[in-house]
């Protein structure tokens, strides 16, 4: 039997916060990484293990890359998008309205700033 092609899936966390009338999205500087360094990203995104479920896959990367905490009621699936390239991607884009904590960079080592 052949197999079925298995594109890889990283989830996104949109954090976003309104101050002084404007709305804002928290981002951060890739360093390190190999891929799009230097520029800006959406803070606290990753890969879906294979045992793992999209919401527990972003509640493990926002605790490991800044230190917050995320409960699956408190996140709402908004996008998906599936990216070609030299790998395949399904993207998974979840808008986040509550977290504990206060992000901070903690892989200094592959993030440059947080903003």
Same mark, same amino acid.
């Given at each position: 039997?052949? &197999?079925? +092609?298995? =594109?890889? @899936?990283?989830?996104? =966390?949109? +954090?976003?916060?309104?101050?002084?009338?404007?709305? &804002?999205?928290?981002?951060?500087?890739? &360093?390190?990484?190999?891929?799009?360094?230097?520029?800006? *990203?959406?803070?606290?995104?990753?890969?879906?293990?294979? *045992?793992?479920?999209?919401? &527990?896959?972003?509640?493990?990367? @926002?605790?490991?890359?800044?230190?917050?905490?995320?409960? =699956?009621?408190?996140? @709402? +699936?908004?996008?998906?998008?599936?990216?070609?390239?030299?790998?395949?991607?399904?993207?998974?884009?979840?808008?986040?309205?509550?977290?504990?904590?206060? =992000?901070?960079?903690?892989?200094?080592?592959? @993030?440059?700033?947080?903003?």
């Amino acid at each position: 039997m052949a &197999q079925h +092609f298995r =594109p890889y @899936c990283a989830v996104f =966390p949109v +954090f976003l916060r309104d101050r002084s009338a404007q709305r &804002q999205v928290l981002l951060h500087r890739r &360093q390190n990484t190999g891929y799009m360094d230097g520029l800006w *990203d959406i803070a606290g995104s990753g890969h879906v293990d294979a *045992d793992k479920t999209a919401t &527990q896959a972003l509640a493990r990367e @926002c605790r490991e890359e800044l230190g917050v905490v995320l409960h =699956p009621e408190d996140v @709402c +699936f908004a996008h998906l998008s599936h990216r070609l390239g030299a790998r395949t991607y399904c993207d998974l884009y979840f808008i986040v309205y509550a977290w504990a904590g206060t =992000p901070e960079i903690r892989e200094p080592e592959k @993030c440059s700033a947080l903003a």
